[in-house]
Nanobody, 123 residues
């Protein structure tokens, strides 16, 4: 099985930056799509963004465009989420996910999930 582990969450103030990491245990990491999702209390789990196997195709939801950056280092089996200019509305549990197929915005199409890391942004 592919195992994903998120790290880097914490509590910060509005305007601060935070960098999340997702480390995968997979021999085929370089050929899979990776994504970040987040879930706030009382809300559905929503896509933050995804990145294809090569890092050439990257998508962000409108609410984080210009503030968040997704990248991946296939040699290290790791995906990153650099979050800048954080807002209280970014407070959520952040999850990384992977799938063998093409990029997708749907939670149901991702096969492997991490346990999540909490990000809390105070005003």
């Amino acid at each position: 099985q592919v195992q994903l582990v998120e790290s880097g969450g914490g509590q910060v103030q509005a305007g601060d930056s935070l960098r999340l990491s997702c480390r995968a245990s997979a021999r085929t990491f370089s050929s899979v799509t990776m994504a970040w999702f987040r879930q706030a209390p009382g809300k559905e789990r929503d896509l933050v963004g995804f990145i294809d196997w090569s890092g050439s195709t990257i998508y962000y939801t409108d609410s984080v465009k210009g503030r968040f950056t997704i990248s991946r280092d296939n040699a290290k089996n790791t995906m990153y989420l650099q979050m800048n200019s954080l807002k209280p509305e970014d407070t959520a549990v952040y999850y990384c996910a992977s799938r063998a197929g093409p990029t997708s915005s749907s939670t149901s199409r991702y096969d492997y999930w991490g346990q999540g890391t909490q990000v809390t942004v105070s005003s």
